[in-house]
Nanobody
Framework: QVQLVESGGGLVQAGESLRLSCTCT??????????VGWFRQAPGKEREFVAN???????????YYANSVKGRFTISRDNAKNTVYLQMNSLKPEDTAVYYC???????????????????WGQGTQVTVSS
């Protein structure tokens, strides 16, 4: 069983930064082997991929980003805290959405950019960027 809890959302002005956290509780297995992704859903829109992080056999962290956030957002993880972060800089009003983290409970997710590639989700955290 895997439980995910997001935090860190809030209201900011355009150009400012936020850091989201996704803390994972795992009943079996180890979190540091899990691929974890961030998605977001704006009002009236479908949930979309933002970023994914996974670790290779040498423990090196790799990441994927949506083009819309590349260069502004950074995904990272602290395995000692069972937490994945999403550092969001230079925020824009179009970044306003509920942000969700998810995992497939495996080291790599071939379908990392697709909602159906994830088996576990958190409840989401609201990010609002004012212009």
């Amino acid at each position: 069983q895997v439980q995910l809890v997001e935090s860190g959302g809030g209201l900011v002005q355009a150009g400012e930064s936020l850091r989201l956290s996704c803390t994972c509780t795992v009943s079996s297995g180890t979190f540091d082997t899990y691929s974890v992704g961030w998605f977001r859903q704006a009002p009236g829109k479908e949930r979309e991929f933002v970023a994914n992080i996974w670790s290779d056999g040498d423990g090196y962290a790799n990441s994927y980003y949506a083009n819309s956030v590349k260069g502004r957002f950074t995904i990272s993880r602290d395995n000692a805290k069972n937490t994945v972060y999403l550092q969001m800089n230079s925020l824009k009003p179009e970044d306003t959405a509920v942000y969700y983290c998810g995992t497939n409970g495996r080291p790599y997710n071939l379908y990392y950019s697709q909602i159906t590639g994830y088996d576990y989700w958190g409840q989401g955290t609201q990010v609002t960027v004012s212009s």
